[in-house]
């Protein structure tokens, strides 16, 4: 109901649309969330990084503006105060824009970033979280990332600081 809300206030009070900082999960598209399903059928405008499958993709409607901005190691096609820059200037022009991200957004991503970004400028954020594949990875090997009798914490660190 918030995201009909949403879409309904924009149109109706010319305020800024809200930007969701969606996960996309570990790159099965099965293992998306309801709710990460349903923003993306009904969302205006899509950013989206490297690691969204193309089924994701496929989910939005015909009339969802698409924007990659992909990056990878050694290569950022779209630098990150650009990205930041359109989901800005796409929530001034669109009631609902998904901003999705591999994994979980707050997750090795800039997701706090973009939300601070988006926050400072009176855009409302709301964060809808994915499977991370630290979590998934090991769980379809059948591995547990925790387990009472063998390890009782787990600790993620990012590899290129």
């Known amino acids: 109901m918030g995201e009909a809300l949403c879409r309904g206030l924009a149109l109706t009070l010319k305020t800024p649309g809200t930007v969701y900082l969606v996960g996309a ?7 998306l969330t309801v709710k990460a399903e349903r923003l993306l059928r009904q969302c205006d405008a899509l ?9 994701l993709l496929d ?8 924007h990659f901005v992909g990056k990878r190691r050694g290569h950022h096609s779209v630098p990150q105060r650009d990205t930041n820059d359109l ?22 991503g800039r997701g706090g970033e973009e939300a601070d970004h988006l926050d400072r400028h ?6 809808v979280p994915g499977v ?6 090991p769980a379809y090997a059948g591995i547990p990332v925790t387990h009472r009798r063998a390890g009782s914490s787990v600790t993620f ?4 600081e």
């Open 122 to 127: 009176g855009i409302p954020v709301q964060v």
């Open 87 to 108: 989901l800005l200037e796409l929530a001034g022009q669109h009631p609902c824009v998904v901003r999705l991200k591999g994994g979980d957004p707050f997750l090795f």
């Open 59 to 66: 989910l939005t409607s015909s009339h969802c503006a698409l």
């Open 47 to 55: 950013v989206y990084d490297s690691l969204v499958p193309q089924q």
């Open 157 to 160: 660190v990012t590899g290129h």
């Open 25 to 31: 999960g570990p790159g099965d598209p099965d293992l």
């Open 132 to 137: 991370t594949a630290g979590i998934a990875a």
